[in-house]
């Protein structure tokens, strides 16, 4: 039973999030959560600022046998095919990293195939409460990024941390804006996320951790934020073929292939007994 999966599968991440959470705090993990409420803190005092009064009107309004805004919808579907990719690789890696790590490449592949449906929905009809649903869909992925990064290179506690707190906040985000109409906290936590993943890849992996490049990342996702900035100009240079709203969904897809792709090099475990054999082989 497909619900009976889902229970199990979260009672796992809870006892390992029990697990990571032993023993006493680390200086870079006090840090962290400083950074945490610091961005909270930011977020609630900063002026408001709402969404321009055009954001909805996408520079690439074509429909496409039926389909309104064809090229923005279409364009997530690399979410989808990125999720599943990463949601395979990391179940093949089980056993080979810390079940944190594995439970957070899930996370992620989760929240790319669920940023697929409501950004989907969202640009079938662009409108504030559809925004909202295309937001809620990328909280998860930002969890899963944040949290992963985290935990990669500095602890478990602190990934399992970070996922909770993006996982809380970033739907508390979506709901204000949609609320009350300032968008402050939704831009202040994706600032914040950019500079938290600027600051983790200066750092070292954790000894004994999956190898995950993060500035390959940061590079796709800034790419990413510059495309959606210039969605109209982008359109005209490729004189039709593309906006830049569109491809910005496709480079922001290709920003997670470094984290699938480290996941994805370590390929299923061998069997003990496949070992065994061969280390009888090679004794013989």
């Known amino acids: 039973m497909p619900s009976l ?3 199990a599968i979260f009672s796992r991440w809870v006892s390992n999030a029990r697990q990571s959470a032993s023993g006493s705090p680390s200086v870079t993990e006090f840090m962290l959560a400083a950074f945490v409420l610091l961005g909270l803190l930011v977020a609630v005092c900063s002026p408001v600022v709402g969404l321009p009064h055009t954001y909805h009107a996408f520079a690439d309004q074509r429909d496409w046998l ?22 395979r690789a990391a179940r093949q890696s089980r ?3 810390s079940s944190v790590h594995s439970a957070l490449a899930t996370l992620t592949g989760l929240g790319l195939v669920t940023t697929m449906l409501c950004s989907s929905i969202y640009h079938l009809q662009p409108d504030a409460s559809g925004l909202a649903l295309d937001r809620l869909g990328m909280a998860l992925a930002f969890a899963g990024v944040l949290g992963l990064a985290s935990a990669n290179r500095v602890s478990d506690r602190a990934g399992w941390m970070m996922a909770c707190a993006v996982g809380v906040l970033a739907p ?3 709901w204000w804006d949609l609320s009350t109409a300032n ?4 831009a202040v936590l ?3 996320g950019l500079v938290l993943l600027l600051v983790l890849a200066v750092r070292p992996a954790r000894a004994g951790a999956v190898r995950i490049p993060l500035w390959p990342v940061l590079f796709f996702y800034a790419l990413a934020k510059i495309l959606e900035l210039a969605d ?9 073929l593309i906006s830049g709203h ?7 897809a290709l920003a997670l292939w470094p984290v699938a792709s480290s996941f994805q090099r370590l390929g299923p475990r061998k069997p003990a007994a496949v070992e065994k054999s061969k280390f009888s082989k090679q004794g013989a």
Do not use: C, I
């Open 232 to 240: 109209e100009p982008v359109l005209a240079l490729t004189q039709g």
């Open 66 to 87: 039926g389909l309104p805004y064809a090229m923005d919808v279409l364009t997530n579907l690399p979410f989808a095919l990125m999720g599943f990719f990463l949601l």
């Open 246 to 252: 569109s491809a910005k969904h496709l480079v922001a």
């Open 172 to 174: 508390l985000a979506a």
């Open 5 to 7: 999966r889902l229970t």
């Open 95 to 97: 056993g080979q990293v």
């Open 183 to 186: 968008m402050t906290p939704w």
């Open 190 to 192: 994706q600032g914040a």
